[in-house]
């Protein structure tokens, strides 16, 4: 659940606003554990902090250092699937589409990124009105398609999902444990923060033992689901 601000309210109220959108895409990767909302007087300009959005806590996600890509967009749609019973789980996919006329996104071309065009790349989704953004998609990149002809390129992307069924929990065994509890500590262990999930009180049991460690966290909690 994303907290909106007065700010972000006012500009969705107003008569007149401008729509905006942000697409950020780390293609190489590269990660900064030490990364911190920006801070006026603290941070410095072009530094690793990133400017916070609607979050409390940086999470895992925010902590890699992004190119903003939005210049380049010709397209970008996002799907959400729910799941069809009230306690399973939602997914979202999305489907963006860049010009490469400058052939930017072609494997090999550009001296920053062209070794680095390749499936895994983290990317984000922000939209919203004036300067005033919500996020609308967190999630992996998968494998990219380059067209000279036409000068796209296209890319498939996973949310979290799709990381936390790759990610392998270490979490030792946990006794007359609730399931609202093991999601959290699961989800915790992955990088996230209780200001990016909401979970409810479960009318099951407390679960006597549950062996976690050497276990997929997206198979754990579909099993808990």
């Known amino acids: 659940m994303q907290t909106i601000s007065p700010a972000f309210a006012a500009a969705a109220a107003a008569p007149v606003n401008k729509p905006n959108f942000g697409v950020m895409v780390s293609w190489l990767k590269s990660f900064s554990p030490s990364a911190a909302f920006f801070t006026i007087g603290v941070s410095s300009i072009g530094g690793p902090d990133m400017i916070r959005t609607d979050a409390t806590v940086p ?66 989704v922000n939209a919203g009105f004036n300067a005033e953004t919500l996020q609308q998609f967190v999630g992996y990149t998968g494998r990219p398609k380059v067209s000279l002809g036409k000068r796209k390129f296209n890319v498939h992307a996973f949310d979290a999902m799709e990381y ?62």
């Open 164 to 225: 936390l069924n790759k990610f392998e929990s270490s979490l030792p065994m946990q006794v007359n444990i609730t399931t609202k509890d093991a999601i959290a500590l699961l989800l915790t262990e992955a990088g996230f923060t209780s200001s990016q999930y909401v979970l409810e009180d479960s009318l099951q049991l407390p679960i006597a033992f549950l062996a976690l460690s050497g276990k997929k966290t997206g198979s754990i909690i579909q099993s808990l689901c």
């Open 59 to 124: 999470s895992l996600f925010d902590k890699y250092n992004y190119n903003v890509e939005n210049d380049m967009v010709n397209n970008l749609t996002i799907d959400r699937t729910v799941s069809t019973i009230p306690i399973g789980t939602m997914s979202a996919q999305l489907d963006l589409e860049l010009d490469n006329t400058t052939k930017r996104y072609l494997p090999g071309y550009d001296p920053i990124i062209g070794n680095y065009i390749k499936p895994g790349r983290p990317v984000k």
